[in-house]
C-alpha cells in the first residue's frame, strides 16, 4: 500500500516539475508545440487603404506617420494622412476606392487628409493639400455625393466633380499659383470653386480650359486673377493630361481586383456596401440547393421482422 501511495506520489511530483518547472527550458518542449503559432490578430483586422497606386515612373515615395520616407511601386495601398513626395523626372498616378484619381508631376508633394467613402452614403468627403509641384486630378464620386476639397498654401479649392490641374511652384518662385479647369474626357465640364485660407470667394472656374492665377491683392490678400493658359503651357498640361488619363483607367482596372479581394463582407470602412442592397453585376453566383435525398426506410412488415429475428 505504501509502495502504491509513494509511486503515486511520485508521479504527481513528476507530473508537478513536467507543467511547471520544465516551462522554463524550452530545449525540453515537444517540437510539435514549439511548431504551432497564435495566428494572427492582423489578419482579422479591418483593410483601412483608401487607394492604390495605379502608375509610376521615376521614383516616388511615401511617409506613413513617424517611419521613414519608403520607395513606392505599383500597387502599393494608400492611406489617409500618407505624404506623397516623387522626385526629378518622375511621375506618380493615384486611384482611391471612389475612381478619384491624382497624377503628379516631378518633384510635388502632396499630403492626404482625409478620405471617406461609402457607396451610397451622404457623408463622403476628400481633402487633399498640394504643399509643391503640379498635381492633376480626376474627380469622382466623392465629389458628386459628398465634399471634396484640395487646399494649396495660398487658397482651398472646392472640386465639383471635373478634371483639373494644381500648380504651386516652390517658394520664393517668382510665378504664381495657377488652378485651372479641364473638360473631362465626355465633354463634361464641372466647375472649381476657390476660397481664400479664412473661407471667402475669390471666384469660380465654370468653363472648360479656364484658370486663376493665385496673386497678392491689395492689402497682401490673396485674389483670384483670370489667367490666360500660355500654348507652351497648354500643350505640357496636355501631356499630364494624358498621363492622368492612363493612370485613371489603369487605376479602375486595379479597383475591380481590389475589392474582388476584399471579398463579400470584408469591404474596407471607406466603400461598404449599404445593408440591403446589392450590386448584381457584382454579386457572386450562388449555386441552386437541390433537395437531399433521405435513405430509403424499410417498409413497416420489414422492420418487424428485423426486431423478430432469432437470437443467434
Do not use: C
Request: avoid cysteine; glycine fraction near 10%; hydrophobic fraction near 40%.
Amino acid at each position: 500500500m505504501r509502495a502504491r501511495k509513494g509511486g503515486a506520489m511520485r508521479r504527481r511530483e513528476f507530473i508537478a516539475w513536467l507543467t511547471g518547472g520544465a516551462a522554463a527550458f524550452p530545449a525540453l518542449w515537444p517540437l510539435a508545440s514549439r511548431g504551432q503559432a497564435a495566428p494572427p490578430a492582423a489578419s482579422a483586422a479591418a483593410d483601412n487603404s483608401i487607394g492604390q497606386v495605379a502608375s509610376m515612373t521615376g521614383n516616388a515615395t511615401v511617409t506613413r506617420g513617424n517611419a521613414a520616407r519608403a520607395v513606392l511601386k505599383v500597387a502599393d495601398v494608400i492611406y489617409a494622412k500618407d505624404i506623397l513626395q516623387t522626385e526629378v523626372n518622375s511621375s506618380l498616378g493615384i486611384t482611391f476606392d471612389d475612381e478619384t484619381t491624382f497624377s503628379l508631376s516631378a518633384n510635388t508633394r502632396i499630403v492626404i487628409d482625409s478620405f471617406v467613402y461609402q457607396e451610397g452614403g451622404h457623408g463622403n468627403l476628400a481633402s487633399f493639400n498640394v504643399a509643391a509641384g503640379t498635381a492633376s486630378f480626376i474627380a469622382s464620386l466623392v465629389a458628386k455625393t459628398g465634399d471634396m476639397k484640395i487646399a494649396t498654401p495660398e487658397a482651398t479649392l472646392g472640386i465639383r466633380g471635373t478634371t483639373g490641374i494644381v500648380e504651386v511652384p516652390p517658394a520664393g518662385a517668382a510665378i504664381a499659383p495657377t488652378v485651372k479647369l479641364y473638360p473631362d474626357s465626355d465633354g463634361h465640364v464641372g466647375r472649381i470653386e476657390v476660397f481664400n485660407r479664412q473661407g471667402a470667394s475669390l471666384g469660380t472656374l465654370t468653363q472648360g480650359a479656364s484658370a486663376f492665377a493665385l496673386r497678392l491683392g491689395p492689402g497682401g490678400r490673396i485674389a483670384a486673377v483670370p489667367y490666360r493658359i500660355p500654348a507652351t503651357e497648354a500643350a505640357r498640361d496636355r501631356g499630364a493630361l494624358q498621363r492622368l488619363s492612363l493612370s485613371h483607367t489603369l487605376g479602375r482596372q486595379m479597383l475591380i481586383q481590389r475589392q474582388r479581394s476584399r471579398g463579400p463582407g470584408r469591404q474596407g470602412p471607406n466603400n461598404q456596401r449599404p445593408r440591403g442592397r446589392q450590386n448584381p453585376e457584382r454579386a457572386p453566383q450562388q449555386p441552386l440547393n437541390r433537395p437531399q435525398r433521405l435513405p430509403a426506410q424499410p417498409h413497416p412488415r420489414q422492420r418487424k421482422n428485423l426486431f423478430n429475428q432469432p437470437k443467434r
